[in-house]
């Protein structure tokens, strides 16, 4: 019996003009690995939520086709029924949790399944060490950091061992060691255990090479289901914003075939004695001595937004920011990365004005706009285009959405729609994004981009919390690393994002971070540069 049987499945969400899936069919084996890629708004989180019941008895619309899990006929069985046999994790955890309190919220799901009280306790400790939420179990949800909330949403999903996963970007809010981790778990999941996963992810670089198959859907249609390296081979052709910074390094260098991920990569760079050729990477320390902070990269500016010495403490966990100091020009992009916990979040709250420092102080020349994790909490209205402007709506480019719900949008579309709706007005002195890439696609990563280069290009300063590296790499003047709610780097991402294990891009990753090389577009011309023989054909 397959995990999962998709047959000829289309169906359009009420109000829509088109079909979010159009005439969808594939199966999924047990112990299967399928990971599902396409674009923001190709139907990926709808195919998912097809898979677990929601479509149609939550969302309604119109539907056709069939839908099996387990066996079981989701249009005959509701959603609680198919969570026997399907575990799901959709874009925006806070929807999913229900409880008080971590533990509780990962003993709910075994309690109902009508489970010993003994082998709900054990349960509940098994996935909290899988996932590194074991210090959280006595802590309430509502305090808990994007990321922390992910896990615990994730582990409720994963608490029963369903034979099925439905992932729908899990990494999307977790810091990189965190993501690492949980990739380790799924592989071990899917290897050690037959469980199947379908996963939905626009970062291919963290799965690409552990799954079996790769199906891509474009305008709610299967385009492509294969093997990765075919599905590399066909991205270049069909679809180049399916690209991972893997391939797209090997296309600029002009090195074939295109690698699965980074082992792949520095395998074949090894086999053509391009990597003892690299230059090393940059000084992480300047011949003067350690960075000082807060960094002035634009001398004699008055900073668009300034944090002096600022502390900031939470109960139950302590200080969250040790004395920050933190100065953004007008007109400078600085990307914020650290772990889950570090403090991001927190001292974007802090330098908006919406919590206050304990000690220190904070500044701004103008209004400040934050843009917080979770963009639903900013839209109010039933129709996208009472949001905003129609102009707006078209800086968004979200024009042919104005009619649908923005509950129906996909998570990069919400995200777009937020940002315009804090935009509308006057023009602040600095902009502040918390994890404003979630969910999106490579393609609405660089329309993202090209608008917040506008908006510095005007002066805005710029401030962006965020887990993506490669966002960094390729949209930050400055790189800062929180650690224990402190700075720990700060500097351009050719040293920050060059030197670690976790906190680098691809890039960075496979060329040993040599030559301060941290963009795919930057490692292939210093390959290019390096190669004595023409190595492709």
């Not at 509780?104 to 709900?120: C, D, I, K, Q, T």
Request: charged residues 25%; hydrophobic residues 40%.
């Amino acid at each position: 019996m397959s995990a999962l049987r998709v047959e000829n499945l289309s169906y359009r969400y009420p109000g829509a003009d088109r079909l979010a899936l159009d005439s969808v069919s594939l199966e999924i084996d047990p112990g299967e690995f399928v990971v599902c890629a396409g674009l923001s708004a190709s139907g990926k989180s709808t195919l998912l939520r097809a898979a677990c019941g929601l479509v149609p008895h939550f969302h309604g619309g119109a539907v056709s086709g069939r839908v099996t899990v387990g066996g079981l006929d989701t249009r005959e069985h509701q959603p609680g029924e198919l969570a026997a046999h399907a575990g799901t994790l959709l874009q925006d955890p806070e929807t999913q949790v229900v409880m008080g309190t971590v533990g509780a919220e990962l003993a709910f799901p075994l309690e109902n399944r009508g489970l010993a009280p003994s082998a709900v306790a054990r349960g509940v400790e098994e996935v909290a060490l899988a996932l590194g939420i074991g210090e959280l179990l006595e802590r309430p949800v509502t305090g808990l950091s994007g990321g922390e909330l992910q896990r615990v949403a994730l582990g409720a999903a994963l608490a029963t061992r369903p034979p099925l996963v439905l992932l729908d970007e899990p990494a999307s809010q977790l810091d990189p060691v965190a993501a690492d981790e949980l990739t380790w778990m799924l592989r071990r999941l899917n290897e050690e255990w037959g469980t199947a996963v379908l996963l939905v992810e626009h970062r291919l670089e963290r799965c690409l090479a552990h799954a079996d198959r790769v199906v891509v859907l474009d305008a709610g249609s299967v385009a492509f289901d294969g093997g990765p390296r075919a599905m590399l081979e066909w991205a270049a052709q069909s679809e180049p914003a399916l690209q991972t910074p893997a391939a797209r390094l090997f296309e600029r260098a002009g090195l074939v075939p295109a690698p699965t991920g980074v082992r792949d990569a520095r395998a074949t760079l090894g086999d053509h004695g391009l990597l003892d050729e690299l230059p090393p990477p940059p000084a992480a320390e300047s011949p003067r001595g350690p960075r000082r902070w807060p960094r002035r990269s634009r001398a004699g500016q008055e900073p668009a937004v300034e944090v002096r010495g600022a502390w900031r403490a939470r109960e139950g966990v302590g200080d969250v920011l040790r004395a920050v100091d933190l100065s953004v020009a007008p007109g400078e992009t600085v990307a914020l990365m650290g772990r889950n916990g570090a403090g991001k979040s927190t001292l974007l709250r802090i330098m908006a004005g919406i919590e206050a420092p304990e000690r220190g102080r904070v500044e701004a020349s103008g209004p400040v706009a934050l843009l917080l994790q979770n963009p639903g909490d900013y839209l109010l209205s039933e129709r996208a285009g009472d949001e905003v402007s129609q102009a707006s709506l078209e800086w968004a480019g979200l024009a042919e959405q104005a009619d649908r719900h923005p509950r129906d949008l996909s998570g990069g579309e919400r995200q777009r729609l937020a940002l315009a709706l804090i935009m509308e007005g006057e023009s602040p002195a600095a902009l502040l994004l918390d994890e404003p890439t979630r969910g999106m696609d490579r393609a609405a990563r660089g329309e993202l981009l090209s608008r917040l280069r506008e908006l510095a290009g005007s002066g805005v300063g710029v401030v962006v919390a965020t887990h993506d590296a490669e966002l960094a790499a390729m949209g930050a003047d400055r790189v800062v690393l929180l650690s224990g709610g402190r700075p720990v780097a700060d500097g351009p991402p050719s040293e920050v994002l060059c030197g670690g294990w976790h906190f680098s891009t691809e890039t960075a990753r496979i060329l040993g971070g040599a030559g301060g090389a941290c963009t795919p577009e930057q490692g292939g011309d210093l390959l290019r540069g390096t190669m004595s023989v023409e190595v492709a054909p």
